[in-house]
């Protein structure tokens, strides 16, 4: 199962809904927001956040938008998301602050960066192939210097 999230930004993101022709419809959990509805084996505009993360954990492969909390989730339940940023030129958001995320990220390797729809289906077998079990992933680098400026009051989860 793919899970796609495009997040509930009132702009719809029909570009991102198009590309998704490309996958087998039935392998499809779409996420889809005020845009229209896709024909797809589950499709619902707005989930809950428990749905949400049960749709992250369960997937094989998780394509985005470019918002932090999709983002975040789908590297917590060890996916290599493939994030395709709204932009500001097409109408899809006020500014281009996701294509701005989505570059510091792919610089990164944490996601796949989509800048061309069409090439959505090929890179997603890349993508998917990498995912990782959720606890082999690598703790951030910041969380070590939180803890630290904060006196150790706060404890890692392997502590």
Partial sequence: MIFVTLGTHHQPFDRLLSALAEFDPDELVVQYG???APRVRHGAAYMPFDEMLRNFDAADGVITHA????IIC???AGHVPLVVP???DLGEHVDDHQAELTQALEKRGVVVAVWDTAELRE???DAF???REPGELPEPRLCPAVRAALGGAVQSKDS
């Fill in 34 to 36: 005020p845009g229209t």
């Fill in 67 to 70: 918002g932090v909390g999709s």
């Fill in 74 to 76: 789908a590297r917590r």
């Fill in 86 to 88: 709204r932009r500001a």
């Fill in 123 to 125: 890179l997603a077998a």
């Fill in 129 to 131: 192939a990498r995912r």
